[in-house]
């Protein structure tokens, strides 16, 4: 059984390799090329970042509760301000018949008030751009807008323009000239919105649903039936 004294002495032999081996990492990091500073940095940033974590923590503390509190407000608040819209929405929205065309996707819908009426397939301009020459050209789209109806024509006659002869590869020919007048090629009936632009129909009811058109909005007879007999002059037509 070993004694006291020799414990004594074996503590004080480890301690003193604990203090060499500690006197010599200054040697070993200059012999390695390795900062001191790196070093610290290696060992002292993560404890600096955990006191900063934990006194941001203390100063602002973040519980469940308080979480649900502000989405429960936030939710209030989004809540108010849709409601807020619908009530603007409705105070512009037309108590009477009007009509809402998507030139994207060629549909149109008939409304009255907030019901829709009518939901269906129509035909847009096509965006082709048509030359003559380098002074006279025409893009064939459908204007975007609130516009209202100028005025309505039972059995319309189409007045050709310039562009459907050049088109044709026809001479143009004077303005009141028999052969710019065609009948039945607009349908049984025809709505203008303005600048030339007509709601009509079409002899080409296949392409309904189709951006084919010179820029006016075609429908098939049973739809341009409905929309002739519904919409009045001054009626609001909002294309988009």
Not at 44 to 63: D, E, G, H, N, Y
Not at 73 to 78: D, E, G, N, T, V
Not at 176 to 203: C, K, M, P, Q, W
């Amino acid at each position: 059984m070993k004694s006291i004294r020799w414990y004594i002495k074996k503590l004080r032999e480890d301690v003193k390799d604990i203090l060499r081996w500690l006197m010599g990492i200054p040697e070993l990091l200059e012999k390695y090329a390795i900062p001191i500073l790196a070093v610290a940095f290696v060992f002292v940033f993560p404890l600096i970042i955990r006191f900063i974590i934990w006194s941001v923590m203390a100063a602002k503390p973040v519980t469940l509760q308080t979480d649900m509190e502000s989405l429960e407000s936030a939710r209030r608040k989004i809540g108010q301000e849709i409601a807020a819209l619908d009530r603007k929405l409705d105070a512009k929205r037309p108590g009477s018949y009007y009509l809402v065309i998507n030139s994207a996707s060629n549909e149109f819908m008939l409304y009255k008030g907030a019901e829709i009426v009518r939901k269906d397939k129509c035909s847009t301009g096509s965006y082709i751009l048509l030359k003559n020459g380098e002074d006279q050209q025409w893009m064939f789209k459908t204007p975007k807008g609130e516009f209202r109806i100028q005025h309505k024509t039972i059995s319309p006659v189409w007045k050709k323009p310039d562009w459907a002869f050049i088109e044709e590869g026809l001479p143009v020919p004077p303005e009141n000239h028999y052969t710019r007048f065609e009948h039945s090629v607009l349908g049984d009936y025809a709505l203008s919105i303005g600048d030339g632009y007509l709601i009509h129909g079409t002899l080409f009811q296949r392409f309904i649903g189709l951006p084919v058109t010179h820029g006016c909005i075609r429908l098939n007879d049973d739809n341009l039936e409905l929309v002739f007999s519904s919409l009045q002059v001054g009626s609001k037509v909002y294309i988009y």
